[in-house]
């Protein structure tokens, strides 16, 4: 029959969040029946051929949100598009409906990001029907998303399927696997699972959970999920993990990148903003007002569940070097620092790092961090330097040309700045660099390079 496909796809099934709310505004209902990718294609012919030497540069998007929410319905890749090349953005399953791992053909785990897999291969065989070149794919992301990214790049499932990436603030551990789990881990926590939910069977605990209702499911995952934080009565739930040990991951980061088994024929572009740690950490963990001394070394106790080996003592000796411990904000702000590190400077950088080490600057590497404020949130949320600063996710806006959009609620600065953003990134797509004068992210004799990313700075390294 004919698909009309100008209308809003569902977007997969989650626990209520910001996004949610943001997603009912928009009319988007939650289905278990969700896996769509929206196209933006610029001044579109009649191209029905995979030859067709007209056929643009595609740049494939994958949303972030700590995989367990969000949807393509937030981001619009028209603006995007402009630049000369299709966007292409991909639901996936999200929480246990996408990576509930039960040890059989199907229930594999990780099956979020074989949807993700499936997408990329739709793509490469049919997006020539919408002007794109389905052997010149990049794939991009942020957060989530970009840890994805990471994770396709080191899959030998993904390999040849793409030949440029994005990572935007995150990437598989490469130092620490605690971002991953194995497989008994991830059976033993399905099998929790079905016992909270009464369908404990030994047989047949997965047919009965398919009968369990969503919201039941939603439900534990709120409450129950792999790691719970107690610091003064607040609680912070952790997210679905992937699985390790699988045919989509079957290696750890760090056995991958010694063994030299991970996609290295592709340009890659990574980076992070200047404050990652400050709105993830009140997300997720939920810093004390009052934070002191004692309260600093105790969140870095707990933070220790999913890094083994943290040195309580001298991890809160670096963060506080230089700080006022009388001053609540100030040991926030060191706070902010340490959780950014943990979760994404640290693994962006270093899984970046490692992949032009080894690829021998035979292909681009490049690195950048955002210090550039958006006006809009500094007037609207009051996101200055003194609070939570250059938050995680402040690159996506510009990125997908939100200023130049909606140009009224923004500075000329910052529509600029945008539309900056949008040609490096699609050159990027294009040719492989930003443009001529970035630097790779390693040089001759091992030089470190970093992009500012700020129409400020836009000459500093």
């Known amino acids: 029959g004919i698909i009309y496909g100008t209308n809003r796809g569902h977007s997969c099934v989650q626990m209520e969040s910001r996004m949610t709310a943001r997603e009912e505004s928009l009319n988007i209902t939650q289905s278990e029946d969700c896996l769509v990718l929206n196209i933006w294609t610029p001044n579109m012919g009649n191209n029905t051929s995979s030859n067709d030497t007209s056929l643009k540069p595609v740049m494939f998007w994958i949303h972030g949100g700590a995989l367990t929410m969000g949807s393509i319905a937030m981001y619009n890749g028209s603006v995007l598009a402009t ?168 290696f750890s980061a760090q056995k991958t990148f010694a063994n030299k088994i991970y996609d290295s024929d592709i340009d890659i572009m990574a980076g992070i903003t200047k404050n990652e740690g400050s709105m993830l950490s009140e997300m997720f963990l939920g810093v004390p007002e009052n934070l002191t001394q004692n309260l600093f070394k105790e969140l870095v106790v707990n933070i220790d569940d999913l890094f083994h080996g943290l040195n309580a003592d001298n991890v809160t000796d670096f963060y506080l070097r230089g700080v006022n411990e009388s001053s609540s904000t100030e040991l926030r702000q060191a706070f902010y620092g340490l959780y950014g590190d943990l979760f994404i400077n640290c693994p962006t950088y270093l899984f970046t790092k490692q992949m032009a080490k080894h690829m021998m600057n035979k292909q681009n590497v490049y690195f950048y961090e955002l210090t550039y404020q958006m006006s809009l949130f500094v007037e609207m949320f009051g996101l200055d330097e003194e609070t939570v600063g250059i938050i995680h996710g402040a690159d996506i806006p510009f990125v997908f040309g939100m200023p130049v959009l909606q140009s009224e609620f923004f500075t000329p600065e910052d529509v600029d700045f945008s ?27 091992n030089l470190i390079s970093v992009r500012d990313l700020n129409p400020g700075h836009m000459d500093r390294y």
Not at 218 to 244: C, D, G
Not at 422 to 445: C, I
Request: glycine content about 8%; some cysteine; proline content about 3%.
């Open 419 to 445: 539309r900056l953003v949008m040609k490096l990134w699609t050159n990027f797509a294009k040719y492989g660099k930003p443009d001529e004068q970035w630097p790779k992210l390693l040089g001759d004799n």
């Open 83 to 250: 630049n000369d090349v299709v966007v292409v953005a991909v639901n996936y399953r999200l929480g246990w409906f996408g990576f509930m791992y039960g040890d059989r053909e199907d229930a594999p785990g990780n099956m979020g990001f074989y949807d993700q897999l499936l997408a990329l291969k739709w793509v490469r065989d049919n997006i020539h029907l919408f002007g794109g070149d389905g052997d010149h794919i990049t794939i991009f992301g942020e957060s989530a998303g970009s840890w994805s990214v990471s994770a396709h790049i080191l899959s030998p499932l993904s390999k040849g399927l793409f030949k440029r990436a994005i990572m935007q603030s995150g990437a598989h551990f490469y130092n620490k696997d605690r971002d991953v789990i194995t497989k008994s881990e991830a059976l033993l926590m399905a099998k929790e699972l079905a016992n909270r939910l009464n369908c404990s069977d030994s047989d047949n605990w997965l047919k009965c959970l398919r009968g369990v209702h969503i919201q039941d499911i939603l439900s534990y995952q709120f409450n129950h999920t792999r790691h719970v934080i107690h610091i003064n009565e607040m609680k912070a739930s952790w997210a679905i993990f992937p699985v390790l040990g699988t045919k989509f991951m079957p």
